[in-house]
């Protein structure tokens, strides 16, 4: 008891100690940074760095070393706690963004800062936040001192990692303020002790609008990470609203890999005579240099094939793989996790619930694997274990979308690869990326015996599971409504595209009708062999659209999640159409709810009465001097009465109720000789282990199924792996039991190859 007021003075004691302490080292740092400041608008890089082992810090002359010239994070006045977590997180040398922006940021100036993708932008921001709090001695009673705005949540959530590394020893409060949380009334209670938040826009905004006292008035930094997307339309009003409700006087940096040169959006931001930091304006190309891209011209109707045939020839890789819209992101996921191909595969889009968003992220960081996405992973993502390539299957939006995806590889100092897929009449895309400093060079397939076809496997799943024709339908209108809304006509154009050919690749019995507006620019458009297809957009709702779909894929506050879901039932109507035509009745239309239903169906039936049955294994038609016709030519030439025996709804249900006949009597054999595939297996285990070659035998389920067994001498994979192997490696914890069950989702080898034969055969007759 009697030692007890003791050890509180001394406690008291040594807090003083400490605080004066800190105190001291806040002066010196203070002193350090105010004698040296870097002039402005000078480069850091221009100067002579400092000798090593040269003094850092107060000289003997009571002068203080150059920080300006620092290559080192230990030649920077850095508080001791942050140098501290730095060597800890093992930061010891600066990249050239650090070295450029760092000296400038510290003595609190505005900054803008571009530099190449993967080159550690985050460090300097995140390094000038903490250092700014710590030298204010920011505590829970100030409030927010900082706010780290991100377009995205994964992003957001990395951001808040690398804070959590630098500010280690610090003792700020920081929070991650995304949306998808179902917590938000917790985080409204403690939003206001938080001294740096890390947010995406329009949950931050949420808390402004929603959060009682919540208040910035305090605010000292504000930082846009990706400032140039933060800074698009998209995200305008919001931000508009977010910088409304804070005051003027404050440090702001933005960063991007593309940076914003618009004097309009600086002005939004009130930044005050800003540092431009662009370190790599002058170099060769504007893509990290040990990043090889390459490009090709695939057909839209040839893409999948493509992309199934790039996928299992890396089986060994973590490959990441773009597309354009949520649903094809889906349908392409679904589709071939059902084919499995021998590598785990997962995918990643805005409309997924969040807690799932971040478990895939995490998984992806550490297992190879391939991940279809769309934009929402093309920024800032720092896939742990380096992603070895980028696909991107369907053609970016612009230059600045193309960078940042291929982004995702080749960072820091590691290597990677990336190949754009590109529609001929996308090939524009290579002259700008040319122009924009890209170094990608356009390469034949010069072996397409060696493209796998996937088509006819995917006509063959669409039969035996209607969910994936639904999802494969919605997917095909929600990418024709993409290239027609795209604003770049140069690269985009829906009338280049063969449309009927593009729905049959993607194994749909007949092409979806679109409820595209008829004309655009007054003009009257025609579309090829789809003569169904109207294009009836102006050239205002192009604009509006674009926006939109970009948003889809981001983070957005609730006024533009609202739009996004109009779009949304717009697919549905296109959707509900073709269903319509093609089931001459509206009988299905409960399953999309009323709202969606009403007039427009009833208005638009009678225009879109042609539509055809062309169910797998009828899709070539003959003429009358036995010539081979396109799919729709038979549609386009003739007699609507003739036709509409074609569309007689119980001989297509007489047809499917054939095929799935016939595929769940494969599917039996199958079973039967993969049961007995496996008793073999275990057989031969068992001799080998007697006879002493247990330790020769093969690995695990895992394994077998990997890319190791595929990529033998002839490039053939032993039939085994591919039947025990469950594609989707989201289910970690899955069971062998569950694994073997999941089989009868799927279709088999033997099956695959029977089925492709016939349709082969079909198609070459
Ligand atoms: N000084 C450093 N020393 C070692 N590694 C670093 C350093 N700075 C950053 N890194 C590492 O480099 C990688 C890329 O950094 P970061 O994510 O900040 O890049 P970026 O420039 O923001 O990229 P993007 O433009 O894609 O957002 C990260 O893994 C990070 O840990």
């Known amino acids: 008891m009697g030692n007890k007021p003791k050890s509180k003075s001394k406690s008291k004691?040594?807090?003083?100690?400490?605080?004066?302490a800190e105190l001291d080292e806040i002066s010196l740092l203070n002193e350090w940074i105010e004698s040296q400041k870097p002039d402005s608008g000078s480069n850091p890089l221009a100067l002579k760095p400092l000798p090593d082992n040269a003094p850092v810090g107060r000289l003997h002359d009571g002068s203080f070393s150059a920080y300006s010239a620092a290559t080192k994070f230990s030649e920077l006045p850095l508080s001791k706690k942050t140098m501290d977590a730095l060597k800890k997180a093992g930061y010891v040398k600066m990249t050239e963004i650090q070295r450029a922006s760092l000296p400038h940021a510290l003595c609190g100036r505005d900054v803008?800062?571009?530099?190449?993708?993967?080159?550690?932008?985050?460090?300097?921001?995140?390094?000038?936040v903490v250092e700014k709090l710590h030298k204010e001695r920011w505590g829970p009673e100030d409030g927010v001192g900082s706010i780290i705005i991100s377009p995205t949540r994964e992003l957001a959530g990395q951001l808040f990692d690398v804070l959590k590394t630098v500010g280690k020893f610090h003792n700020f409060s920081a929070g991650l303020l995304i949306g998808g949380r179902k917590d938000v009334e917790m985080e409204k209670e403690r939003v206001n002790e938080l001294n740096i938040l890390v947010c995406t826009p329009g949950r931050l905004l949420q808390h402004m609008d929603e959060t009682p006292n919540f208040e910035c008035s305090q605010l000292q930094i504000l930082v846009l990470d990706e400032a140039d997307r933060i800074l698009d339309v998209g995200f305008k009003k919001s931000l508009n609203a977010i910088v409304s409700q804070l005051p003027k006087h404050r440090q702001t940096m933005l960063f991007s890999a593309t940076q914003t040169k618009s004097v309009q959006d600086l002005a939004r931001l009130s930044l005050k005579d800003p540092e431009y930091i662009s370190v790599h304006e002058k170099a060769e190309s504007a893509t990290p240099s040990r990043l090889q891209q390459t490009a090709m011209t695939v057909p839209l109707d040839q893409k999948l094939d493509m992309l199934w045939s790039f996928v299992k020839a890396h089986l060994n890789s973590k490959i990441l793989v773009f597309l354009s819209t949520c649903?094809?992101?889906k349908f392409v996921y679904e589709a071939f996790k059902k084919l499995r191909p021998g590598i785990p595969l997962k995918c990643l889009h805005g409309r997924m619930k969040q807690e799932r968003r971040i478990n895939i992220y995490s998984q992806f960081c550490e297992q190879r694997s391939v991940l279809f996405c769309t934009d929402v992973a093309a920024r800032g993502l720092d896939f742990n274990k380096a992603v070895d390539w980028v696909v991107q299957a369907d053609c970016p939006d612009d230059v600045a979308s193309y960078i940042h995806r291929v982004g995702r590889t080749a960072r820091y100092l590691s290597g990677g690869r990336s190949v754009l897929f590109l529609t001929p009449s996308e090939m524009k895309m290579i002259d700008k990326l040319k122009a924009a400093k890209v170094p990608i060079q356009v390469i034949k397939v010069n072996n397409m015996k060696r493209l796998q076809p996937v088509s006819g496997l995917l006509s063959s799943l669409l039969v035996k599971h209607s969910e994936l024709q639904e999802l494969a339908a919605?997917?095909?209108?929600?990418?024709?409504?993409?290239?027609?809304?795209?604003?770049?006509?140069?690269?985009?154009?829906?009338?280049?595209?063969?449309?009927?050919?593009?729905?049959?690749?993607?194994?749909?019995p007949l092409t979806p009708n679109i409820r595209f507006v008829k004309k655009l620019k007054g003009k009257q458009l025609s579309v090829g062999e789809s003569s169904v297809l109207e294009l009836e957009t102006s050239i205002k709702r192009q604009k509006a659209e674009t926006n939109k779909l970009r948003e889809e894929n981001l983070d957005l506050p609730a006024e533009l999640l609202s739009l996004n879901d109009s779009e949304d039932e717009d697919v549905e109507k296109d959707l509900l159409l073709s269903k319509q035509t093609e089931n001459e009745g509206i009988e299905k239309s409960a399953e999309f709810g009323d709202a969606v239903l009403p007039t427009r169906i009833s208005k638009k039936k009678k225009k879109l009465k042609i539509n055809i049955h062309r169910p797998v294994g009828t899709r070539v038609?003959?003429?009358?001097?036995?010539?081979?016709?396109p799919p729709l030519a038979r549609v386009a030439g003739a007699n609507n009465d003739d036709d509409l025996s074609l569309l007689d709804k119980d001989k297509r249900n007489e047809y499917y109720k054939k095929m799935r006949e016939e595929l769940m009597k494969v599917d039996k054999v199958d079973k039967v000789l993969d049961r007995q595939r496996r008793r073999d297996k275990?057989?031969?285990?068992?001799?080998?282990?007697k006879r002493g070659l247990g330790d020769e035998e093969e690995g695990s389920d895992e394994d077998l199924s990997g890319s190791g067994a595929d990529e033998g001498t002839n490039g053939r994979k032993p039939k085994r792996s591919k039947i025990y192997f469950n594609s989707d490696s989201d289910d970690d914890g899955e069971t062998r039991g569950k694994k073997?069950?999941?089989?009868?989702?799927?279709?088999?080898?033997?099956?695959?190859?029977?089925?492709?034969?016939?349709?082969?055969?079909?198609?070459?007759?």
Do not use: W
């Open 682 to 689: 275990r057989i031969k285990e068992k001799v080998k282990r």
């Open 474 to 508: 919605k997917a095909f209108i929600r990418y024709m409504r993409c290239i027609h809304i795209q604003k770049d006509k140069d690269v985009f154009e829906v009338k280049e595209l063969p449309i009927d050919k593009f729905a049959a690749s993607m194994g749909l």
């Open 327 to 329: 649903k094809q992101v």
């Open 740 to 765: 073997e069950s999941a089989i009868d989702d799927s279709i088999s080898l033997a099956e695959q190859e029977a089925l492709a034969l016939k349709l082969l055969d079909a198609m070459h007759q």
């Open 112 to 128: 803008l800062g571009a530099a190449k993708t993967g080159s550690g932008k985050t460090l300097a921001f995140v390094i000038p």
């Open 13 to 20: 004691a040594d807090r003083k100690e400490r605080r004066s």
């Open 621 to 629: 038609v003959f003429d009358e001097q036995g010539n081979t016709l």
